[in-house]
């Protein structure tokens, strides 16, 4: 698989980085939620909406753009222990949506997120708790029914209900392809949200599987009453479903044992059309229709071109051929960004930076103009006003998680909103370039070195830092946690190896099956490039991971205790097989033994818990309570092996923690832990 074209991407990359004193950043400045996140536009451009952190909190901040002397104020907050902010989007002109997210732990595992919604105006006014479901009692009272809930399951879900998938969430703080499981195949959810209805401002359409058998039905709400009713009763094996922007459920997809299965329903027809259907985790490939476009009977659909992801616009009558719309010869296309009338505004791709193409011309000389004034910055349009007259964007980066800005179109006007992480400073974060290397077999990987501000690509304290996913990617983007180490004196590697997604078919599957062999193996020659091109002391060298990263870490300790100095595992996978019984983020256990392996004996051998006898370094791994991803009997059950061996093993459990341990004081407690675990075992220097 060719790289090259990548590496010469990396010079502006490294140019846009500005030489400063890397000074030490307090803990807390990486920990802390995002002061601006989920910025949202009201659709007359009145107000503006964000949620922000504030210690364990997430708070509701609002301005009323007309009012003299306007400044952002407080609405309202999650309250740390019970229950957490989401998302919020605008319902009507003043009237706003939100989402909070929760966890059941039952007897022994940790149950997917609950999630409920309440309306707000976005002045404070006329709360209403949107919660229907008497048995689980009311979130919002003392008196709630549902024992051991905390809700904590912050952005990582979606923040809108313009897409199934999130197209809203830039601020989840890891890349893992499951963090938008819980929108597809969680039957407890009461937040999604799927259209507004036609000429009713006080009504939307959401689903939800009302009795409970994985398949949603879609109810009419009424967002300031509460009440609701059916609008469409379920129909199985249809799971999810996408609507026109008019009120009017046109597609729909559902599982099949382990085929999904797509249906769309004609313009005036109410009857339902099966259009096929594509084994996942399979080389097979048919258009996979995502949105609804403004042509009649015409829907955007994503498939293959030349081996990559592309977008296309398909006929569900049948009568024309497929029209491919965008596509890009190195990298697979995003899901497209729609306005609110299903035309499109553009699609988000990534090669050695995230990338959206704009379909509107003026838009996309709005946003090269930008980027010629700001090099080395990413800029998104992450909503607009109605009329499009007023955008919000967000410039990005490897040191910025999000700067925001309003841009006034007829007065070509930028109007800086807030950042993300106003304390840190962005020049003692490092500098991350990608890179490419080559596997073993020949084959070019693609990743990225972050080294700490100032220093030289020379004898360096090496972190090797897989992704979680595995079909996910890592990015040029900030990280609360590459960031930290780099601002601690070390470099950082990361890499794309085969089984990540963004890479095409191919790429995605090569590693099917085969956790501990192709990826494992991609993952460590990376390793070994940075110790032969010199980059890293060979002395100096420890792997750490999150989710499946972690189960990577693990099995670096287990099998290359010669090349790694220690090993951090965060939520990380240490049994393939109890991983298929109970690691519910992955769907049904027919999908997680389709996707992990069904042979014993290499399950066996490719999980690290079987494997401890063989590990001979220092083994940091910590967990949260609330995990539903990865249960924390994952790190339980690995420390038990460990010390049964002799070998040397930490367990931090971080109570009520989840997989992405969201709030501030999880954070902070993991960011002293890996420092001092780092520090004892590589000793390197603060700067």
Known sequence: MNRSALVACATALLCSGVAASAATQPIEDFARRPQMQGVTISPDGKFIVFLSGAGDETVLMTMDRAAAGSAFKRVTASVPGKFDIGWCRFASTKRLLCGVYGNLVGKKYVQPPYTRMFAIDADGKNYKSLDQSERQGNLFTASTSMRNFDINQGPVVDKSFNSPTGTWNNDAPSNSAVATYASAFNPSRQDSVIDFTMGEDDTVLMEMDDDGDGHNSIFVLNINSGNRGVRMPAHPPIRNYVTDGRGNPRLGWGMEGVTPSYFARLDGDSDWRKLGATQIYTEANRLRPIAMAWATNSAYAMGNYAGRDALWSIDLTDKTEPKLLFNH?????????????????????????????????????????????????????????????????????DVDLGTYYLYDRDKDKLSKLG?????????????????????????????????????????????????????????????????????????????????????????????????????????????????????????????????????????????????????????????????????????????????????????????????????????????????????????????????????????????????????????????????????????????
């Not at 011309?361 to 990413?378: C, H, I, S």
């Not at 539903?628 to 460990?642: R, T």
């Not at 049964?644 to 093993?649: D, E, H, I, L």
């Not at 501030?664 to 700067?687: G, I, M, T, W």
């Open 419 to 687: 950042t993300a992480y106003p304390e840190l400073d962005q020049g003692s974060l490092g500098t991350m370039t990608n890179i490419v290397y080559k596997a073993t077999d020949g084959t070019e990987i693609p990743g990225y070195l972050t080294v700490p501000t100032g220093a030289q690509k020379k004898n360096l304290p090496l972190i090797v830092m897989p992704h979680d996913g595995p079909i996910a990617r890592d990015s040029w983007e900030f990280s609360f946690l590459r960031n930290f180490l780099a601002n601690r004196g070390y470099a950082v590697l990361q890499m794309n190896y085969r089984g990540s997604s963004g890479f095409g078919l191919n790429w995605r599957t090569s590693a099917h099956q085969d956790w501990g062999g192709r990826t494992w193996s991609d993952i460590h020659d990376a390793t070994r490039w940075a110790v032969a091109e010199g980059i890293a002391d060979p002395k100096r060298v420890c792997i750490l991971g999150w989710g499946f990263g972690g189960y990577s870490a693990l099995l670096g300790a287990a099998r290359n205790g010669e090349t790694y100095k220690c090993a951090v595992s965060i939520n990380g996978i240490a049994d393939l097989e109890m991983q298929i019984n109970h690691g519910i983020v992955t769907g049904d256990k027919e999908i997680r033994r389709f996707q992990i392996g069904a042979d014993a004996e290499k399950l066996k051998r490719d999980s690290p818990v079987q494997l401890a006898s063989q590990v001979n370094v220092p083994v940091l791994l910590v967990h949260g309570t609330k995990d539903w991803q990865v249960q924390p009997d994952q790190s339980k059950a690995m420390d038990v092996a460990l010390k049964r061996n002799g070998r040397q093993s930490r367990l931090v459990l971080i109570k009520g923690g989840t997989h992405e341990l969201e709030r501030q004081s999880d954070r902070v407690l993991l960011l002293k832990e890996v420092e001092n675990f780092l520090s004892a075992n590589l000793r390197a220097s603060a700067n």
């Open 329 to 397: 010869a190195l990298v697979d296309v995003g899901e497209p960004i729609l306005r609110s009338d299903r035309s499109l505004l553009g699609v988000r791709y990534d090669v050695e930076r995230p990338y959206v193409w704009y379909s509107d011309e003026t838009l996309r000389a709005l946003v090269e103009r930008l980027e010629r004034l700001y090099p080395g910055r990413v800029h998104d349009i992450v909503d607009s006003s109605e009329d499009a007259k007023i955008l919000v964007i967000r410039q990005s980066s």
